[in-house]
């Protein structure tokens, strides 16, 4: 279910002893959506945004970054929010992409411990080319010799039990991440990077043992009643679900965590023009989490959109205001150094 933030406001009317005076213009609605990774942060930012002032009242529609990619250039959105840059339909007005959040992707596991019955999905420890193999369906069992290689200690633990891989179906940022994760780990298991996991498997069709869920609240759900699946879902979604620990270059076993991913994004400077972050995957950095990402603001910048004094007001709030003090208590990372500064000069061209 499409989850959406509408937060109303209300206009007063003023009188005086003489006569009642007009009433004040009401706020202006600015409809935007897309990404669900950032959608617990931006959501509750829209929240802050439209107490704080009466001119403008932000919405905001989880749909995913495919469709908001799409409804922003067909102005659905008068701004929208997406993780992965456009592969095609770009807007043919002028606009611009704003970093103004970071996060991490987590992989949530349904396993218990063939023991106690307690759940083993916190504890297990994953390779970076051992995780694409187990989501390429490459790694059918939980107890294949090189899961337990990386998990010694809990070996005798881990259950004979099958792999179900649960992917995320049609556009996602989260999955367009997630495969230039795994492609620039083991890319000839996974050569295709694109918003449709469904058809990035190898070979074009998802493994017979994988089930498909269309956002990350389905993702979950279909995990927690599948023993033995995993998925790839935004941190912020995963609310506490035993997630594994990913290695990280430096041969650590790292959980996410809005520290953990901070350590890698408090590195990743090197930004284009527009300012999209290219991703070093291979961040050298001691208790850094590495499966982070960015997701973009995309806001007009030719004065022709629909409030664009509104939509230029909330991403600055976003990367000014909200992410330094609600950012990390909700699971994310706020920019930063050169990302922040690079940021706040695109802000400034939002008309």
Do not use: H
């Amino acid at each position: 279910m499409r989850r959406t933030l509408a937060v109303l406001a209300t206009s007063a009317f003023a009188v005086s002893a003489f006569a009642m005076a007009a009433p004040a213009q009401a706020a202006e609605n600015l409809a935007g959506g897309g990404a669900s990774f950032p959608y617990p942060f931006i959501s509750q930012c829209a929240a802050d945004f439209n107490a704080s002032q009466t001119n403008f009242v932000i919405n905001y529609t989880s749909t995913g970054s495919g469709t908001g990619k799409s409804n922003f250039t067909k102005g659905t959105f008068a701004y929208a929010q997406t993780d992965s840059k456009y592969s095609s339909g770009e807007p043919t007005f002028d606009w611009t992409y704003v970093p103004n959040i970071g996060g991490a992707l987590a992989f949530p596991i349904n396993l218990k411990n063939v023991k106690t019955g307690k759940t083993l999905g916190s504890s297990i420890q994953l390779k970076r080319t051992t995780l694409s193999k187990i989501m390429a369906g490459k790694i059918t069992k939980w107890n294949d010799k090189e899961i337990l290689a990386s998990n010694a200690r809990i070996a005798a633990s881990i259950p004979d039990a099958n792999i179900t891989v649960v992917y995320r179906s049609g556009n996602s940022g989260t999955s367009n991440n997630t495969l230039q994760y795994l492609n620039a780990f083991a890319p000839s298991i996974w050569a295709k990077v694109q918003d449709d996991f469904t058809t990035a498997f190898p070979g074009g069709t998802p493994p017979a043992s994988s089930l498909a869920g269309k956002d990350n609240a389905t993702i979950i759900a279909t995990i927690d009643a599948t023993p033995g699946a995993i998925g790839a879902v935004d941190f912020g979604d995963a609310k506490g679900y035993p997630v594994a620990r990913i290695e990280n270059a430096l041969g650590e076993f790292i959980a996410p965590s809005a520290a953990s991913a901070a350590k890698n994004l408090a590195v990743q400077d090197n930004l284009d023009a527009r300012g999209l972050v290219a991703l070093d995957y291979n961040v050298k950095v001691k208790g850094a989490y590495p499966m982070a990402i960015f997701s973009y603001g995309l806001a007009r910048t030719d004065a022709k959109g629909p409030n664009g004094l509104g939509v230029r007001q909330f991403q600055d709030y976003l990367i000014q205001k909200c992410g330094p003090s609600r950012a990390a208590q909700l699971g994310y990372v706020p920019v930063a150094g050169k990302v922040l500064a690079k940021a706040k000069a695109l802000v400034a061209n939002i008309k």
